[in-house]
C-alpha cells in the first residue's frame, strides 16, 4: 500500500487551476492493464508519462466507482469505492502518488444528482417500503390515478421517456436518467452529510479536485402537489429557459447554491484548498453563480462547445464567456470534447444545422464526412482554444485527432439512451471506442487482448505509436502547443484587433502573445511578428483558411 505522506506532492499554489490544461480520461477506455478489454486504474499509471511528456497540468478521471454500467459509470453503488474490474483502492492511492511524482495533478468526478439502484441505501429503502426513513433519501411519491398507475408528474428523463418508475409496492421513484439512477433526495440532511464524507474522502487521498456531475440539478421542488411542467416534449435548454430563472422544478433552482457553499468550506479546510468545477447545463448568467469563489470556483462552459465554426459566433461566445467568468471571480472554461459529445475531428467539419443523431444513425455517412478536412479544423480550433485565457480542458485521443466513431454496429452498443429510446438515439459509444497506442495488435496496444468497443482498421494510422516524433503530427502539435503555452501565458485577458478580416479572430495576449484564426474560406496575410507555432503549413507566408497560427514579437 502506498505511504499516504507521498501522496500530496503537487504544487502549492491555490490557483493553479486557473489557466490549467485538463486532460479527461474515461478510464474504461484509456488503457486496460490485465487484459479484459475494459480500461483500469493500473493501464492509467502505466501511461501517465504520456499526458506528463504532453504536457499537461492535470487529469480528470471519469468515474472509476463500483457500477453496473447502466450509464457508463454514473450509476454509482459506492462513491467512496473502487469498481474490482478496474481496481482497488491501493491501486487508486498508487495513481495518484505518481501523477504528483510526473508533476500532474488529479481531479475525480462526484456524482451526486443520483445513485445507482444498486446502492445499499435503495436496495433498503425498497424494503422498508413507503414513508420509512430509508426511501427519505430518494424522491418516492404515490401515484396520480383511481389506483395510483398514473406517474407523480410529467418529468421526462434526459435519456427520454418518464422520469419516474413504478415499484412492486405501487409507490414511483424519480430518475431524471437511467432508471437504474435514482435521484437523491436533498432535502435529506444523512444525504448531505453523506457527500461531505465523501468530499472528504478523496481529498484525504491526495485528490486536487472535483468535477461535479449535473451540478445544476440536484434541488427539486418537491413541494405537493408536484408541479407539472405541462410542456415535456421541450428539451432541457428549452425548458430552462422557458421559465424564470432559478424556477424551474427540478434543474438550476436558487437552492442548490446552498450545498455548494457548504462544500467550499470543506474544499478550502485543505492545502492547497481543494477545486471545484460544475457541470450544469444552464445559460451563461445563470452558470456563473455555481463558479463563484465561495461555491465551486469554475464551470463548465459549453456555449463555446455548442458554437459553430464561426469566426463571429465565437467572438460573441467567448466575449460572453470571458465576462461571465469576470463577473464570478472565475476562470473561462474551454472545451471542445467529451465523453458526451461527438469528437469535434467529426462535429466541426459537418454543415451548420446537422442533426448528429440522424449522423450518427446513419453510420457517418449522411453526410459523408472529409477525415483530413476535420482533421484540419480540429487542429486549428485546439490552437484557438489554448490560445484562450481560462483552462482549456481535453478529452483523451484529442491529442492523436480522433473522429468520431459513427458506425459503430447496433449489437455493440452500451449507452443506455440505445435503448431506452426505443433505438431512436444511437447514444455516445462513438467518442468512447478505446485509444490506440500502437499500430498493431489486438486492440492496438490498448490492451493484451481485445477492447470492449470494438476499434476501426484506421485507428493504426491515429495511433501514439505512428504521431510519436513525427513532425506535423497532431500529437506534436499538442506537445510543442502545451509547452509554448506554458511559456507564453501573461495575464487572463485577451485584445480583440478591430481591423481583422471578416471571417478572422485574431486578438492579442500578455507578453506579445498573438493568435490568429483564419476561419474563412480564403488565405490572409499573416500580422507582423515571428511565427511560433501554425496548425497547417502556411500558403506562401499566408494563413489558409481553417488554420490558426501564433505569433510571437
Given amino acids: 500500500m502506498t505511504d499516504r505522506s ?9 490557483d493553479w487551476w486557473r489557466q490549467a490544461v485538463v486532460y479527461q480520461i474515461y478510464p474504461r477506455s484509456f488503457a486496460d492493464a490485465d487484459g479484459d478489454g475494459l480500461g483500469d486504474l493500473r493501464g492509467i499509471t502505466r501511461r501517465l508519462g504520456h499526458l506528463a511528456a504532453l504536457g499537461v497540468d492535470a487529469l480528470w478521471l471519469s468515474p472509476f466507482y463500483p457500477s453496473e454500467l447502466a450509464d457508463g459509470g454514473y450509476d454509482v453503488a459506492d462513491p467512496r469505492g473502487v ?19 510526473l508533476g500532474l495533478k488529479v ?3 462526484i456524482v451526486p444528482n443520483h445513485s445507482s439502484h444498486r446502492h445499499a441505501w435503495f436496495q433498503e429503502a425498497l424494503y422498508a417500503g413507503p414513508g420509512s426513513a430509508a426511501r427519505d433519501r430518494y424522491v418516492f411519491r404515490d401515484g396520480r390515478g383511481e389506483h395510483g398507475e398514473l406517474p407523480p408528474a410529467d418529468w421526462q428523463s434526459v435519456f427520454g421517456g418518464s422520469a419516474w418508475k413504478r415499484v412492486p409496492d405501487g409507490q414511483w421513484y424519480l430518475h431524471l436518467f437511467a432508471p437504474e439512477q435514482p435521484d437523491l433526495n436533498w432535502e435529506n440532511q444523512e444525504v448531505r452529510a453523506d457527500y461531505r464524507t465523501t468530499l472528504r474522502f478523496w481529498s484525504d487521498r491526495g485528490v486536487d479536485g472535483f468535477r461535479i456531475d449535473v451540478a445544476h440539478a440536484l434541488v427539486k421542488d418537491l413541494s405537493e402537489p408536484l408541479r407539472d411542467l405541462g410542456r415535456p416534449e421541450l428539451s432541457r435548454e428549452e425548458a430552462l429557459t422557458a421559465l424564470p430563472p432559478g424556477t424551474h422544478p427540478f434543474y438550476d433552482r436558487d437552492d442548490v447554491h446552498e450545498i455548494y457553499r457548504d462544500w467550499r468550506k470543506i ?3 485543505y492545502r492547497p484548498p481543494r477545486m471545484a468545477v460544475a457541470e450544469a447545463w444552464v445559460p451563461g448568467a445563470r452558470r456563473a453563480l455555481y463558479a463563484r469563489p465561495d461555491e465551486l470556483g469554475q464551470a463548465f462552459n459549453f456555449e463555446y462547445l455548442q458554437a459553430g465554426w464561426d469566426a463571429e459566433e465565437l467572438r460573441q461566445v467567448i466575449t460572453d464567456s470571458l465576462a461571465t467568468a469576470r463577473a464570478a471571480g472565475a476562470s473561462a472554461t474551454w472545451v471542445l470534447s467529451n465523453h458526451d459529445v461527438v469528437r469535434h475531428a467529426s462535429r466541426l467539419t459537418l454543415p451548420p444545422g446537422t442533426d448528429l443523431n440522424a449522423w450518427l444513425l446513419s453510420g457517418g455517412h449522411a453526410p459523408a464526412v472529409d477525415e483530413a478536412a476535420g482533421l484540419r479544423r480540429a487542429r486549428a480550433a485546439t490552437l484557438l482554444m489554448l490560445a484562450l485565457p481560462g483552462s482549456a480542458y481535453v478529452y483523451q485521443g484529442e491529442e492523436l485527432g480522433l473522429p468520431e466513431v459513427a458506425d459503430l454496429p447496433t449489437e455493440v452498443l452500451q449507452d443506455p439512451i440505445w435503448e431506452q429510446t426505443g433505438h431512436v438515439r444511437k447514444g455516445r459509444d462513438g467518442c468512447r471506442v478505446p485509444l490506440p497506442w500502437t499500430t498493431s495488435g489486438p486492440s492496438y496496444g490498448f490492451g493484451p487482448g481485445g477492447a470492449w468497443l470494438p476499434q476501426p482498421p484506421g485507428f493504426a494510422a491515429y495511433a501514439v505509436e505512428a504521431q510519436d516524433g513525427v513532425e506535423g503530427s497532431t500529437l506534436e502539435l499538442y506537445r510543442t502547443a502545451l509547452r509554448l503555452r506554458r511559456k507564453l501565458l501573461d495575464g487572463e485577458e485577451l485584445t480583440w484587433a478591430a481591423d481583422a478580416p471578416d471571417g478572422v479572430l485574431r486578438f492579442d495576449r500578455g507578453g506579445g502573445w498573438r493568435c490568429v484564426a483564419n476561419l474563412s474560406g480564403a488565405a490572409v496575410e499573416v500580422p507582423a511578428g515571428e511565427v511560433l507555432l501554425s496548425s497547417a503549413p502556411l500558403e506562401d507566408g499566408r494563413v489558409g483558411p481553417d488554420t490558426t497560427v501564433w505569433l510571437g514579437r
Fill in 83 to 101: 469498481d474490482p474490474r478496474l481496481g482497488t483502492l491501493d491501486d487508486f492511492e498508487d495513481l495518484v502518488a505518481e501523477a504528483h511524482r
Fill in 267 to 269: 474544499l478550502d479546510a
Fill in 107 to 109: 481531479i475525480v468526478d
Fill in 6 to 14: 507521498t501522496l500530496d506532492l503537487s504544487s502549492r499554489d491555490p
